[in-house]
């Protein structure tokens, strides 16, 4: 499959890549996509949520009332959990919520979630290589305009880590910008449109075709 180049203006600069279309036009596995992105987001969870427990309450050990007779349920202390302030039964405790996926997995995963946006209008835009000397936010919101995808939810893939081009789209809320070989299931699904540079096609290649 062929695309053509776009400069940063939005103009063909006439050269087209080639997108290999065992990454690119794959049948999407909407299985795996599940596993990958529920993996994504459990990995951002923090598992700090604490309740104590009867045992952590600090509190007289007191009995409050009779046993029976009282019409009501049978409570002890005052840190009963029946009671207003007392403690919590099974509550949450620290946890680590991430879980292991094999590699070919998130390998299909991505390659998934690629062909989903080539079947897009817009999905994927290739640009030549670019870099911002002096970080501008103002910078990437012409790209943005030039490449008619203002206002949307984008995303960036660079060959390699690029600081000044992550520090002028930082500011934008619906921008995010990563090196591609970092790239995931969750962050291609959420972008409205994937920006990719040129050698960013390579790089992609390299990790997913092995």
Do not use: W
Not at 151 to 180: C, D, I, T, W
């Amino acid at each position: 499959m062929e695309v053509n180049v776009l400069n940063i203006q939005g103009k063909e600069t006439g050269r087209k890549v080639v997108l290999n279309d065992a990454i690119y036009a794959i049948e999407p596995n909407d299985h795996v996509l599940y596993l990958d992105v529920k993996q994504y987001l459990a990995n951002q969870r923090q598992g700090t949520a604490k309740a104590k427990e009867r045992s952590e309450m600090s509190g007289s050990t007191r009995k409050l009332g009779r046993q029976k007779g009282g019409g009501g349920a049978r409570r002890g202390d005052i840190n009963s959990p029946v009671l207003v302030g007392g403690a919590r039964v099974f509550g949450p405790r620290p946890r680590d919520y991430r879980f292991k996926l094999n590699l070919k997995t998130k390998q299909l995963a991505r390659k998934s979630a690629l062909s989903y946006k080539v079947k897009d209008d817009k999905g994927i835009i290739v640009v030549e290589d670019f870099t911002i000397q002096t970080p501008k936010t103002k910078e990437i919101l012409d790209i943005m305009k030039a490449l008619g995808v203002e206002g949307k939810k984008v995303l960036f893939l660079m060959p390699e880590e690029n600081k000044s081009v992550y520090l002028s789209a930082r500011n934008l809320q619906k921008v995010e910008v990563m090196g591609a070989a970092m790239v995931n299931a969750y962050k291609l699904l959420n972008a409205d449109t994937v920006v990719l540079c040129e050698n960013a096609v390579k790089k992609i290649e390299e990790v997913l075709i092995k």
